[in-house]
């Protein structure tokens, strides 16, 4: 393969670390060990646990499914983040829930409104990513083909402002709104 190096180091050390990170903020929050314990101020330096059984069965699934996107495509995968990378952090979020949320945390339904908005930030930046992209989509294909010049510029303007608003709009959500603000 070619691009070797995108799908067996970029893929499972991007992700893996992505996993580890997010992983290790729900410990916090859920109070659980993580297994690498120095990473929550903890003495030991590896722990083999559920929570890098989360991380690895999503950095397997990630790798695979880029893998799976190459061979479909013979190439990397046009917007990848996107078109692979949403259905990872399902298959990631299913992990956690199943190996990180303690048992007695997802009883009922108010249970899962709080792990709801424990991952919500994470669920928003994907949308936010998503919404970009398109974004990105239109003012490189559409925009930049339009043969009127004044809408042309109201095009690439509109384009600007989208961005601006989006991340505005982002930025105005109460942070009361997420769990890891609370906890």
């Not at 083999?48 to 893998?67: D, E, G, M, P, Q």
Request: contains cysteine; hydrophobic residues 50%; charged residues 10%.
């Amino acid at each position: 393969a070619t691009n070797w190096a995108y799908y067996f180091w970029y893929t499972p050390i991007g992700w893996a670390y992505m996993w580890i990170k997010i992983t290790l903020w729900n410990c916090e929050l859920w109070d659980r060990d993580f297994f690498f314990p120095f990473m929550h101020s903890r003495p030991e330096s590896f722990s083999c646990n559920s929570t890098l059984i989360a991380v690895f069965n999503s950095t397997a699934f990630a790798v695979l499914a880029y893998c799976t996107g190459y061979l479909i495509f013979h190439n990397p995968i046009p917007l990848g983040t996107l078109c692979f990378g949403a259905p990872c952090f399902i298959v990631f979020f299913i992990n956690m829930y199943l190996f990180v949320v303690p048992s007695q945390c997802k009883q009922t339904l108010s249970d899962h409104f709080k792990i709801f908005r424990c991952w919500a930030p994470f669920v928003f930046w994907v949308a936010a990513l998503g919404i970009y992209m398109g974004l990105i989509w239109v003012q490189s294909f559409l925009v930049s083909g339009i043969q009127n010049k004044y809408l042309y510029i109201i095009g690439n303007i509109s384009t600007q402002l989208a961005f601006v608003v989006i991340r505005e709009s982002f930025a105005l959500m109460p942070l009361e709104w997420f769990m890891g603000d609370q906890h």
